[in-house]
């Protein structure tokens, strides 16, 4: 049995995926298996050429794209590893990002996920600056109702965080940010303060190309997971089709009302200010601002503070997080 097993999803092959696969392969750590979920390629070992040869890839084959949740939870199934660490088919990890992480979890029993710093690299490997994360774990918890707080596509964790939460198919494109706020309630996280993996930001990225959904997504994560800390049913598919629409600033005023009928006032005051966000109109600021004053008048005396900041200055600044 492998230390770790490395999961990597992929729905093409692009010229991105084998640097990606040989970064796994030339680790500084080599006990592991490195499990590629063919998401309906049908590639070839072969056309990997002598890395196809490895010993330690593993396949796992799908019929066709079953999107990134059921292809990730098929990788974590057939992983062997004590550690299961996660990388995309068009990063690349750099050498010691294994051994660091595997280190940090020996050292402390009661860590569930570690993470680390990312690069940011365009297509022609230039720097970019450096991915959002929060590297003090005090604050994950409070700021995972909102967006992510560590790059997962650098995490590694114990093989039992991930078979607690699986990727959850209702989010195909934002099911890692679902799995953070789970397992924020539960867990803890840390980040590495070092970077360990450089990661790919171009046109053609999931991420970029489906950015309706991924704000949906978004949208819906930060209602179930207040509804779920309130100890309230997450009601998730009547969620969805609340903020199912074909505008993702629609969507999260469509979310703020939500988050204002159920109490969630600085909540509902973060998706206004979002929906502006994503819909830079006149007609879009004046609905925001009577969403965002909706919510600080049905706030209670202790929280119109911080709900005007929420809507005003949102909520890095509104808590005064300090990201990486």
């Known amino acids: 049995m492998p230390l770790v097993s490395v999961i990597m999803v992929f729905h093409r092959d692009q010229p991105f995926l084998r640097p990606a696969i040989a970064s796994v392969l030339d680790q500084s750590l080599r006990d592991l298996e490195l499990v590629l979920v063919d998401n309906g390629t049908g590639l070839a070992a072969g056309a990997l050429g002598e890395r ?18 059921a292809g990730h939870n098929a990788g974590i199934v057939a992983a062997t590893g004590e550690f299961i660490a996660l990388q995309d088919y068009d990063d690349v990890a750099l050498p010691p990002r294994l051994e660091r992480q595997v280190q940090a979890l020996h050292e402390d029993p009661a860590l569930n996920f570690v993470s680390a710093l990312a690069e940011k690299i ?49 989010f195909p494109f934002a099911a890692d940010l679902d799995f953070q706020a789970r397992m924020a309630e539960a867990g803890r996280m ?4 070092e970077v360990l993996l450089r990661y790919r930001w171009y046109s053609r990225q999931t991420t970029q190309v489906n950015t309706v959904s991924i704000e949906q997504s978004r949208c819906v994560i930060g209602l179930t997971t207040a509804r779920r800390r309130a100890r309230r049913p997450e009601e998730l598919a009547a969620a969805w089709d609340v903020v199912r629409t074909a505008s993702a600033a629609e969507s999260w005023r469509r979310g703020a009302k939500l988050c204002l009928e159920e109490g969630f006032t600085t909540l509902a005051a973060y998706q206004a200010r979002r929906s502006f966000v994503m819909d830079r109109t006149a007609r879009s600021a004046a609905v925001a601002l009577r969403l965002g004053l909706s919510a600080w008048h049905r706030s209670t005396p202790g929280e119109k503070a911080l709900t005007a900041k929420m809507f005003l200055r949102g909520p890095v600044r509104a808590f005064g997080l300090r990201p990486a």
Not at 137 to 160: K, N
Not at 190 to 193: Q, R, S
Request: aromatic fraction near 12%.
């Open 52 to 69: 196809g040869r490895d010993p330690r890839i593993r396949w796992v084959r799908l019929a066709r794209n079953e999107g990134i949740p």
């Open 122 to 170: 365009d297509e022609r490997e230039r720097s970019m600056g450096y991915v959002f994360c929060l590297p003090d774990s005090a604050t994950h918890f409070i700021y995972s109702q909102y967006a992510g707080v560590v790059v997962t596509a650098v995490g590694m964790g114990r093989r039992e965080v991930f078979q607690r939460w699986p990727y959850r198919p209702e």
């Open 190 to 193: 840390v980040v590495i303060p």
